[in-house]
């Protein structure tokens, strides 16, 4: 009788549970894992650039928002601002102050300044300001008591820029409208503004009382009005709100100011965080494929492991355990360069940013996405892993064509179901909108379902199409898309989904940068002349003309406000919120002529000068799109607020406009007679040749009509560009990241199919392939499925580009060929290069030792 | 006594106490009329017609039979393998056929060894370690001793350490001979043991698994093409087409 140790018996455990604690499971994980540890290392590395991109996106965020939420009163300076485009009544101005502890006063407005020493004008802003403003925070200046002496002397201190540019030093001279002004330092950091009060010329500063005396009081279009309140009493700046309530004032405390700034601080931060998901994913796809390559190797290994009596959770564990320890290797590595990444860039720009944001680590954010990076990339092995209980222990034997022993069904259910809540939690985590996070793992999953469609079509066309007519290495080549183990679904899901993901981010930025670029409108104005007085328009008129510029368009310019529509006062439709919030506070600036620019189309009514003069409504033109925000159509009526002066106004036409064209368009246009008299400015439009300097126009200018201001488009553009170019920066270096992404999955893929390619090249061999003969085979392969893979990503790329270009950018649909061919060329080319490398390590090795070792 | 009520029968394989009377009259091993039909795309290839055959508790019994005659398959059945098509195994008294994937695992980890024509070793692990998977996996450790002792048995006491790869065809035999031993089995499969390996290799090899097979009181049984081979064991069953066509005994030593 033999003696089976019945008494000392402990089976190996069936649970997964139990057998995760079973140690015989780590050890046999330790050990199997011993020859591979540096290869299977290196793919755990794959998920690296996806957790940390997405660790030092939400750190930033988060770190901002701590900032913010410390110094937001340092942001705003106040616990009140109110800010209206009108000067506010003096009685409003005292009832206001008798419920401060402290009340400042500023009017900002552009305009010209001169610099006599240097001969020349720039636009700028100008700030005067009174009192003890700012109240919370610091304005910085040099000499540091600069800011004090311009409330006690005549003077002013400016940004350093202008300093630089025009050679100017402290105690130097430089003229706005009438008055002479010493300048009496230069301002390192800025008071708060207004937010609506954007800054795209420089900034100088006053005293407020100084204002009058430049005589450019009451000419300027573009002024604010601002009162700053010191008052920590919640109760009576909630009055303040109420009583003021249908002035058109903007009422700003330092609460709004965090959140306005969070929800601009969330669009990035989600952009960017859709960037590094996808990245994630991407990683996490090529360690998945990496555990698969390694399953792989390892069937036979599980096949005896079951043969000896191992239960099929046991084998599953040991495999469990060694993913695990890659997720947590990838995921610390890729948490520990996202937190480096994080302190190193608010490091890098602590001095340009308005507030101050300690570069130390966010230890919370940074373990929950080093978590979720790690949960994700578990999800995506368990792909592979479910195939381990399919392995039957009849492997083991020779000959044995042994069925697997369960059917896959179930458990790929539940693996996928699995991954697809993950995916939920990550998309939720950088979307906080469920709808849309739901929305965003949707379109992903069609964008996968359709690329593995396309590699099952591949195959099937693959097996269908090849005739046996064709030259044997074609006909090798292309029939490896259909094999046992061919690659086509790997490569589909690598390198077309990264073909799809960087054509889609590439088309986008550019449809972004195209909706503000001027170099190809030769016929736009690039030079706004603004305020233009209605007695100054002739003299300004014969001013371009005698510098030789053309005078492309001259237009009056009414302000305006809507006072209800269709009967329905705005307030009310306000707090209904059935109307964007913008269009009713805002002051439109308004024309009248008798014809239509060559921008402008009518698409419905009819543009008619002729009305009847006898009624008290009058016909108005409204741009499309506003007539859609403000839910009116022809016939309807709107009443409208001119400076007091209360019209009613029909909708006689709907305009279509090409707003990108830079000329003087309007979304209100009126037929001349009704306005004429209304106060009002006049703009001129002319353009300066590209490389020409606006300098002469600005000088002559400032002498004759120091009221008008001169806004140079390209200086603007420039300055939207230079912070464009930064925010394309910063979306390409996480597109990076993506792409370091794609192409550890791409490693991972090529690797996955060498053994098989190996072997087989060496059986070639051995039959008497040259090496030539070889590399034809594997570059049709690789070239089809390169090709295929990037015609597929390019495809879907355009799918999803064409909606947004209409839609969301309102360009051309049309992303032209340059793009899309480059990038199915440069798949190709990727994918044949990797082929070669891999024949290269066939014809290295010698046919006998690849068989062998098979 | 046949445990016809399955959740019994768990509990029992869970307990892992072999009843002494499961071995009715010493039968380790009990096949009735036991068959196995592939179907594939329609068609049906039948590669065993109902076999039937018993092994006693240490006896040797070697199955004899060209390519394809079924003798691999007949293994498989009989280790639990794979499902058949029709009849039943009986192993140590428990019916393969009503146990689940895992029983039959933990059935074969008790009761049973294997030794395969091409090794069929973990290449990742040492001979050493690969000799120690049986006991491990029941949590037994600590048995280096034991293992390092078998394979000093098998004339590989300097090789320990050494991977698959680095061994030549006879000595990964020999690791696994030990493997097959190491947890004392009430039965031993060995499938074309010397298939892969030339007459002067083979030679140890074979007096090795009868030693061991003696010494430990194993059955064996034996797959193989080689008559010299299968005539060492006690029974010589003769298979083709699927059928056993000669049972043949001889003397028991």
């Not at chain 1, 390192?188 to 100088?204: Q, V």
């Not at chain 1, 371009?544 to 439709?573: H, N, Q, Y």
């Not at chain 1, 001129?684 to 008008?708: A, D, H, M, Y």
């Amino acid at each position: 009788m033999p003696a089976p140790n019945s008494q000392n018996y402990n089976p190996p455990p069936t649970k997964l549970l139990k057998a995760l604690s079973h140690p015989w499971v780590w050890r046999m994980a330790w050990r199997d894992g011993r020859s591979e540890r540096k290869r299977l290392s290196v793919f755990a590395l794959a998920i690296v650039s996806g957790v940390a991109a997405l660790t030092a996106i939400h750190c930033v965020k988060v770190s901002v928002e701590a900032a913010v939420d410390v110094q937001a009163k340092a942001l705003l300076g106040a616990d009140l601002q109110i800010s209206s485009r009108e000067a506010y009544e003096t009685a409003d101005t005292e009832f206001i102050s008798s419920k401060a502890e402290s009340l400042s006063r500023e009017v900002a407005f552009s305009s010209m300044l001169f610099f006599p020493e240097a001969d020349a004008a720039k636009l700028v802003q100008v700030r005067g300001v009174d009192g003890k403003f700012p109240f919370y925070g610091d304005i910085e200046t040099k000499p540091s008591a600069a800011w004090q002496l311009i409330q006690q002397q005549r003077g002013v201190v400016l940004e350093a820029s202008l300093m630089d540019q025009f050679g100017l030093k402290i105690g130097d001279t430089v003229k706005l409208g009438e008055l002479n002004l010493t300048i009496l330092g230069v301002v390192t950091k800025p008071a708060p503004r207004s937010s609506r009060f954007s800054g795209i010329a420089p900034e100088i500063y006053l005293n407020l009382n100084e204002l009058e005396a430049t005589g450019l009081l009451g000419t300027s279009s573009l002024s604010f009005h601002t009162l700053y309140l010191k008052n920590n009493n919640a109760e009576q700046i909630k009055e303040l709100r109420t009583t003021y309530a249908s002035k058109g004032w903007r009422f700003e405390t330092p609460e709004d100011r965090r959140d306005s700034l969070g929800k601009t601080l969330d669009v990035f931060q989600q952009f960017l965080g859709i960037i590094a998901m996808v990245a994630l994913i991407l990683g996490a796809i090529g360690v998945a494929s990496a555990i698969q390559t390694h399953l792989n190797r390892r069937i036979s290994s599980i096949a005896i492991l079951r043969c000896l009596g191992c239960p099929g959770q046991t084998a599953y564990a040991v495999y469990l355990v060694q993913s695990l320890a890659l997720g947590v290797l990838g995921a610390l590595s890729g948490g520990m360069l996202g937190i480096l990444l994080h302190v190193s860039l608010l490091h890098i720009f602590k001095d340009q940013l308005p507030i101050t944001i300690e570069a130390s680590p966010q230890w919370l954010t940074a373990f929950t996405t080093t978590a979720i990076g790690f949960a994700v990339c578990t999800a995506f092995t368990f792909l592979p892993l479910s195939r381990i209980s399919s392995i039957s222990p009849g492997r083991a034997l020779n000959n044995f064509t042994a069925q697997g022993f369960k059917q896959q069904g179930r458990s790929l259910l539940a693996v996928g179901s699995f991954l697809f809540i993950m995916l939920l939690i990550l998309a939720w985590f950088n979307i906080p909108d469920p709808k849309r996070a739901a929305g965003m793992v949707v379109g992903l999953a069609i964008v996968l379902a359709c690329l593995g469609g396309t590699a099952r079509l591949l195959i099937f066309l693959a097996r269908r199409l090849t005739r046996r007519s064709w030259p044997y290495l074609l006909r090798q080549g292309l029939s490896n898309l259909h094999r046992p183990q061919n690659q086509t679904h790997l490569f589909l899901f690598s390198l077309g989904l990264g073909a799809f993901l960087l054509l889609f981010i590439l088309l986008a930025k550019n449809a972004a940068l195209e909706r503000i670029t001027l170099s190809d409108m030769k016929d736009s104005p690039n030079i706004y002349l603004v305020d233009v007085q209605a007695g100054q328009l002739e003299g300004v008129t014969t001013l371009v003309k005698k510098l030789d510029l053309p005078v492309l368009e001259r237009a009056p310019i009414v302000t305006m406000r809507i006072k209800s529509i269709k009967g329905v006062a705005v307030r009310e439709l306000q707090e209904k919120g059935k109307v964007p919030r913008w269009i009713l506070q805002r002051e439109f600036r308004s024309s009248y002529r008798d014809n239509l620019s060559n921008t402008e189309t009518v698409v419905a009514g009819e543009w008619s000068t002729n009305y009847d003069k006898m009624l008290t409504t009058v016909p108005v033109s409204l741009e499309v799109d506003m007539a859609k925000d403000l839910g009116v159509i022809l016939g309807d009526e709107l009443e409208i607020d001119i400076q007091g002066v209360l019209i009613q106004a029909k909708i006689a036409s709907l305009r279509k406009v090409d707003w990108s064209r830079f000329n003087l368009n309007f979304f209100m246009l009126f037929p001349s007679d009704v306005l004429k008299d209304a106060p009002g400015f006049h703009i001129v439009t002319t353009r300066i040749p590209e490389g020409s300097s606006s300098g002469q126009l600005q000088r002559e200018l400032v002498k004759q009509f120091p009221n008008v201001s001169a806004i140079d488009l390209t200086l603007i553009l420039e300055t939207v560009n230079s912070i464009l170019q930064k925010v394309s920066l910063v979306i390409q270096f996480v597109v990076g990241f993506t792409l370091a992404s794609g192409l550890a999955i791409l490693a991972g893929t090529l690797l996955n199919g060498r053994d098989q390619r190996l072997r087989e090249s060496a059986l070639l061999r051995t039959l008497g392939a040259s090496t030539r003969q070889i590399q034809s085979i594997l570059v049709v392969e690789y070239a089809a499925l390169g090709f295929f893979s990037g015609l597929t990503g390019v495809l879907l790329a355009l799918t999803a580009y064409i909606p947004l270009s209409i839609w969301v950018f309102e360009s051309s649909a049309w992303p032209g060929v340059f793009l899309p061919l480059l990038v199915i060329a440069a798949t190709t080319l990727l994918s044949v290069l990797a082929g070669l490398v891999l024949s290269r390590g066939v014809c290295r090795h010698s046919p006998l030792e690849v068989i062998n070792s098979a | 006594m046949i445990d016809q009520d399955k959740t019994s029968s768990q509990k029992n394989s869970e307990l892992n106490i072999v009843p002494d009377n499961a071995l009715v009259n010493g039968v380790i091993l009990e096949i009735r009329n036991l068959g196995k039909i592939y179907r594939n795309a329609g068609h049906e290839l039948t590669v065993l017609h109902s076999v039937n055959m018993d092994v006693h508790a240490g006896e040797s019994c070697a199955i004899i039979g060209p390519s394809g005659s079924g003798k691999t398959t007949l293994l498989g059945l009989c280790a639990g393998l794979d499902q058949p098509s029709q009849g039943h195994v009986k192993l140590a008294g428990e019916e393969l056929g009503l146990l689940s994937e895992d029983q039959r695992a933990a059935l074969r980890n008790r009761l049973v060894g294997f030794v395969f024509q091409n090794f069929q070793l973990i290449p990742t692990l040492t001979a050493l370690e690969n000799v120690l998977v049986p006991l491990e996996l029941r949590g037994q450790n600590g048995e280096e001793e034991k293992a390092e002792a078998l394979l000093a048995q098998v004339g590989l006491k300097d090789r320990l350490d050494h991977y698959p790869t680095q061994l030549s065809g006879g000595e990964q035999q020999r690791v696994a001979l030990a493997r097959a031993f190491i947890h004392r089995p009430a039965l031993l499969f060995a499938d074309e043991p010397t298939g892969n390996l030339d007459n002067a290799t083979s030679e140890p090899i074979v007096e090795m698994l009868f030693r061991l097979n003696k010494e430990a009181g194993t059955a064996l049984v034996l797959v193989t093409h080689d008559p010299a081979l299968a005539a060492k064991a006690d029974r010589v069953i003769s298979m083709r087409a699927g059928r056993i066509v000669s049972e043949e005994n001889h003397a028991r030593s």
